[in-house]
């Protein structure tokens, strides 16, 4: 399911961050990544080219329903395994309405319904996930010799530099998938990939023990998540998404860069 792949870099640096001691990059990753599919993404792709959008009412109630929920969780200053577990419900309630519907659908299918996997096309995915857990522990690595080098907060280097760089499997999807003219396409992999951060993404680490949320999340990051998450939801009910307002999406973007490292 391409919302998914797409999230396995997010998966798995959040799985190695908790493993190796910095709960807190978790938060700050899931945070970032979704603000940044939001606002750099969603906002490029549409300063690149107007979207016209039919977003369903069961895609956007379970994208904001997810996004409110791990921003309550997360508002207290940690997550906890119980808090992990109310949001595999909404992940598996997110499958669940993913089978009532078709193509563009929150986690929509990279290949027919029905249609056979090649033996090589699943070594080609283990092998994938391979790399990419062996990319995503390095990555966790690097930010905590850069974090001290430059005394920067991990959750810091996650919640900016790290969130983008593990969106960038859902920016190639949207981008080929709005060259082909599939924008249901572009929202599926976009809010389906958000709702998987906040629900599964999150949930899975939070049984290795519990994950703290620092000041860059719970000060800048949770509110311009709220804020970025209400105006794209109000965009999308209008049918489009235009121009003039992907690039206010991406003004918003590097303004959130920008506070992030001049107030951290």
Known sequence: MLAISTSLPELLTSLWAAKTGFGSMVSATVVGSNVANILLILGGMAAWKTLHVDVSKIQLGLWISSTLLISMFLIDGNFTWIEGVLMLGVFLAALSANHEQDRGSLFSLPFSKGADLEPRAVLVLAAAILAASGCS????????????????????????????????????????????????????????????????????????????????????????????????ALNLLTGKLSRQEGFVYLVLFGAFQLQMFNHF
């Open 137 to 232: 522990y390095l990555s966790v690595l690097a930010l905590e010799n850069v974090s001290e080098l430059w005394n920067w907060t991990p959750s810091l280097l996650a919640v900016s530099l790290l969130a983008v760089g593990t969106s960038l499997p859902e920016m190639i999807s949207a981008r080929e998938a709005l060259k082909q003219g599939d924008t249901s396409m572009v929202l599926g992999t976009l809010l389906g990939s958000n709702v998987f951060n906040a629900s599964f993404v999150m949930a899975v680490p939070s049984f290795f023990g519990a994950l703290t949320v620092n000041a860059e999340v719970l000060v800048v990051g949770i509110p311009l998540l709220l804020v970025s998450t209400l105006l794209a």
